[in-house]
C-alpha cells in the first residue's frame, strides 16, 4: 500500500468535519468573527435547524476586495501577525478565532454567500459553492459599515454528514444555546436570534461591568437569578475570576446552568466543572447543581487555546492554581451570603397555598363557632408574648449548640412570659427588638418540628432539625479547618502498594495528610505504611482511600478523597445529633437557634442543599387573603 496525497477538496471536507460540526458550530464561528471585526449588533436567523439557511449580519468594520479573497482562503486571518524576528507567535492570542479555517470549511460543505461593506468603502459579495469561487462584484448592503454572511444548504456536498444530524427542533435548541453563551461572555454587544421567521431573543446592548452583566445574565437566565446570586471578583497570581454564582437554595436538578468563560471564550472544561462541583459539595445533594457563569481571565501566555479545532477546549499551564482560585473564590462568596436562602424558596411555598379561600372557610357549611375550652386546649403550645429586652448582639457567635441546649439557660431567665391577657381582651400588639433580627422573635412552634418566628415585615418559618443540623456541622467544619482532627494509631500498620511516583507524590503532602489525622510514610521505593487513620473514618478501606488520594492528587493535586469522606462522616454525625423533629422547644430555645443561625455561614440550607428556613412578606400573607 502506497501513501498517496489527498487531492485539495478531500483535505477542505475532511477540515470542515473538525470545524462544522453541526449548525450551531457554525454560527459559533460567524459570531466570534463579528465580535472579533468589532461588531455592537449581531442579528442572526436560521431556518429548519439551520440545515436550510443561517444569516448573520452585524455592524464591524467589513471587508474590502483584498480581504474577502483571503477570507475564504484556508489558514488566512487577520488575527494573527509576525513578530520583529518574523515567528508567528501562538502564545499571545487575545481574539477568539486564529486558525483561518472556519469560512472556507463551511464553503467546502455548504453555500457560502459573503456581502462586507468596509468604513468609507463600496460594498461586495463573494460566493462559495462547494468549494467553487465565484469572482467578487458589486452588491447593495444596508449598513454603512459591516458583513452578512448567508450559508445555505448546510453540508449538501457531504451528504453523509446530514445522517449524523439531530431533529430541527434539537438543532435550533443548540443554536439558541450557542448564541446564549457567547451573549453573556460579550454583555456590550447586542443579539437578536430568529428560528424558523420566530424570535427567540432580543437583547440590547449593556454597559461592560458588573451591573450590565448582571443584567445580561439574568435576562437569559431568568429575573430570579439577580436576586439569588452572588458577585464573584477574586485574584490570585494574576489570574482575575469574576461572575456570578447561585445561592445553594437557588439550585438545579442537572449542570445545564453553567457557563465558563475563559478570556471571554465559552469554553467546556472539565477541571473547571470540577472545581464548581466541589465548591458548593458541603451545601448540595449529588443530584442538585448550582448556577453560575465564570469568567477567567488569565495571560494569553499561561492559556494553550489551540488544543481543539473548534475553540471549545483550553490547556492552563498551572491548573491548580485555576482550580484552587474557583474553589477559594465560590467558598468565600457563599460563607459572605451567611444564612441567606434563595428568595424562589418563599415563592414556591406562595404557590402551594389554595387561593379559593370559600371552601377552607367553610362558607358552604352551617356556622360552627369554636369553644373556649378548644381555644384554652390550644395555648399551651404557643410561644408567650416575648419582651423588648433581648440580651443579644447580632455580632455575637455562640460558640456550641448541644443539643439540650444547656449553654442558654442564661438567656432563658431574661425571657420573662407576660400574663396572658383574657380571652376576650385581646393584648395590644406592639413590636419587639428581637423581630428587627433578620429571622425575627419566635413566636410558636407547630407540629413540634417547624418554628414560627415574626419578622418586622413578615414571618419566618424554620425546620428546626434541618437548621440545627447546618450549625453543628459549621461547627464540626471549624475544628477541622483548625487542625483539631483527632486520629487513632493502628494497631498493626497497613502496607499499601503504588507506583513509585505515586509514592513520592503522596510524600509531598505528607504534612497536610497529618493535619487531617493521616499518618503516612514512605516503605520502601513503591510502598506507604499508614500508621493513623482519622477517628471520625472508623473501619474503612484504607488501601482503597489511599489509593483514591493518589488518584485525585494526580488528577486536580488536591486530596479530595479524604476531605470529601470525612465531610460526608461529619454530615451523617451531625444529623444523628441534632434536635430532632418532634422534640419540643421552649421559646428561649428557639430563639437561641434563630440567633445562631444568623451568625453561622450557610444555614440558610441544610447539609442535603434543603432550605433550612421560608421567610413569607406581610405583602405576600396579605395577597392570600385578597387584602392587595
Excluded at 479555517?101 to 460594498?123: K, Q
Excluded at 461586495?124 to 450559508?151: K, Q
Excluded at 419582651?387 to 431574661?414: C, H, I, L, N
Aim: charged share 25%; hydrophobic share 40%.
Amino acid at each position: 500500500m502506497h501513501i498517496q496525497r489527498l487531492p485539495q477538496d478531500t483535505i477542505n471536507r475532511i477540515a470542515a468535519g473538525e470545524v462544522v460540526e453541526r449548525p450551531a458550530s457554525a454560527v459559533k464561528e460567524l459570531v466570534e468573527n463579528a465580535i472579533d471585526a468589532g461588531a455592537r449588533q449581531i442579528d442572526i436567523r436560521a431556518d429548519l435547524g439551520g440545515l436550510s439557511r443561517i444569516l448573520i449580519e452585524d455592524n464591524g468594520s467589513g471587508m474590502g476586495a483584498e480581504d474577502l479573497e483571503l477570507a475564504i482562503e484556508r489558514h488566512a486571518t487577520s488575527k494573527l501577525k509576525p513578530q520583529a524576528d518574523g515567528t508567528w507567535d501562538l502564545l499571545h492570542i487575545k481574539t477568539l478565532g486564529f486558525r483561518g479555517e472556519a469560512l472556507p470549511s463551511m464553503g467546502s460543505v455548504a453555500r457560502l454567500n459573503i456581502t462586507s461593506r468596509p468604513r468609507d468603502g463600496e460594498a461586495l459579495n463573494i460566493r462559495v459553492d462547494g468549494g467553487a469561487i465565484s469572482p467578487i462584484r458589486p452588491a447593495a448592503f444596508g449598513g454603512d459599515h459591516g458583513t452578512r454572511i448567508e450559508l445555505t444548504d448546510l453540508f449538501y456536498a457531504t451528504p453523509a454528514r446530514l445522517k449524523f444530524m439531530k431533529s430541527e427542533r434539537a438543532e435550533n435548541m443548540a443554536i439558541a444555546e450557542e448564541v446564549k453563551r457567547q451573549a453573556m461572555a460579550h454583555e456590550n454587544v447586542g443579539f437578536s436570534l430568529e428560528l424558523d421567521g420566530k424570535k427567540q431573543l432580543k437583547l440590547f446592548a449593556e454597559q461592560a461591568g458588573f451591573e450590565g452583566r448582571l443584567r445580561r445574565l439574568s435576562a437569559l437566565l431568568g429575573a430570579d437569578f439577580s436576586d439569588n446570586a452572588l458577585l464573584i471578583d477574586q485574584v490570585r497570581e494574576g489570574v482575575r475570576l469574576t461572575g456570578y454564582a447561585g445561592l445553594p437554595t437557588f439550585s438545579r436538578g442537572n449542570a445545564a446552568h453553567q457557563y465558563l468563560f475563559v478570556n471571554n471564550r465559552p469554553v467546556r472544561d472539565k477541571l473547571l466543572t470540577g472545581a464548581l462541583r466541589a465548591a458548593y459539595a458541603d451545601f448540595l445533594a449529588r443530584d442538585r447543581h448550582p448556577l453560575a457563569a465564570l469568567f477567567v481571565e488569565i495571560d494569553p501566555e499561561d492559556l494553550d487555546v489551540n488544543v481543539h479545532p473548534a475553540k471549545t477546549e483550553v490547556r492552563f499551564r498551572d491548573p491548580n492554581l485555576v482550580r484552587g482560585l474557583i474553589i477559594g473564590a465560590l467558598k468565600h462568596a457563599l460563607a459572605s451570603a451567611g444564612h441567606r436562602a434563595a428568595t424562589t424558596v418563599a415563592h414556591t411555598a406562595l404557590s402551594g397555598f389554595r387561593t379559593d379561600v370559600q371552601p377552607l372557610l367553610g362558607l358552604n357549611r352551617p356556622y360552627n363557632p369554636v369553644s373556649a375550652s378548644q381555644i384554652a386546649a390550644v395555648r399551651p403550645y404557643m410561644t408567650p408574648y416575648m419582651p423588648d429586652e433581648v440580651p443579644f448582639s447580632p455580632t455575637a457567635r455562640v460558640e456550641t449548640m448541644p443539643p439540650s441546649f444547656d449553654a442558654y439557660q442564661g438567656v432563658a431567665e431574661s425571657y420573662a412570659p407576660v400574663m396572658e391577657a383574657p380571652l376576650d381582651a385581646p393584648a395590644p400588639y406592639a413590636p419587639t427588638q428581637a423581630e428587627a433580627f433578620p429571622l425575627g422573635a419566635a413566636r410558636a412552634q407547630i407540629h413540634e418540628t417547624y418554628v414560627i418566628a415574626q419578622t418586622a415585615d413578615g414571618l419566618v418559618i424554620v425546620d428546626q432539625h434541618a437548621a440545627h443540623e447546618r450549625l453543628v456541622y459549621e461547627q464540626m467544619k471549624v475544628a477541622m479547618a483548625a487542625g483539631n482532627v483527632q486520629s487513632q494509631s493502628l494497631l498493626i500498620p497497613e502496607i499499601v502498594d503504588l507506583e513509585r511516583e505515586e509514592v513520592s507524590r503522596l510524600m509531598a503532602r505528607r504534612e497536610d495528610l497529618l493535619v487531617m489525622g493521616l499518618g503516612v510514610e514512605a516503605f520502601g521505593p513503591t510502598s506507604v505504611l499508614v500508621r493513623d487513620i482519622p477517628t471520625l473514618l472508623g473501619d474503612c478501606d484504607i488501601g482503597g482511600l489511599v489509593r483514591d488520594l493518589v488518584d485525585d492528587l494526580t488528577e486536580h493535586g488536591e486530596l479530595l478523597a479524604l476531605k470529601e469522606r470525612m465531610a460526608e462522616i461529619c454530615g451523617d454525625h451531625a444529623c444523628r445529633h441534632s434536635v430532632r423533629s418532634g422534640r419540643r422547644l421552649t421559646a428561649d430555645e428557639m430563639n437561641a437557634l434563630l440567633r445562631q443561625m444568623e451568625a453561622t455561614p450557610h444555614s440558610g440550607q441544610c447539609n442535603h442543599g434543603r432550605p433550612t428556613y421560608v421567610e413569607l412578606k406581610l405583602k405576600d400573607i396579605e395577597k392570600l387573603f385578597g387584602r392587595r
